[in-house]
């Protein structure tokens, strides 16, 4: 059985799915945190609208940390080694350029939400 593209939760998966990045560079811009952390700021911002799962959240501060958007320590809690991100500058510019996109996307999405 395929896709049901009449069900809101595709609709919502594949937004959340395009906009976690997004979310997660915005999270970082209130200053460092584990991934823990930032997920639950993301569930904040967006209201609970994204909640990033960990298959979601840590894949995507891999891919962030290996192209230099943040930067990464490890740090010991309670007797147990935590990472904590950092966003870098280029993590600025990246956060920079998706809300622009992103910006020119929902100002096209007028003739969708718009529409009776």
Known sequence: MGKDFTAAGYWNGLLNASLCK?????????GPGHGY??????KRLTEGF????????YPALHEF????????????VAGRTRKVYT???KGHEA???GKVVWQKGLGCMDCVVGEE
């Open 87 to 89: 966003l870098t500058e």
């Open 22 to 30: 997004l979310f997660i560079l915005r999270a970082l811009r209130e």
């Open 50 to 57: 994204c909640v990033p799962t960990d298959g979601t959240i």
């Open 37 to 42: 952390e930032i997920a639950q700021r993301v």
């Open 65 to 76: 940390e290996e192209c230099g958007c943040i930067t990464c320590r490890s740090e010991i």
């Open 95 to 97: 956060y920079r350029a």
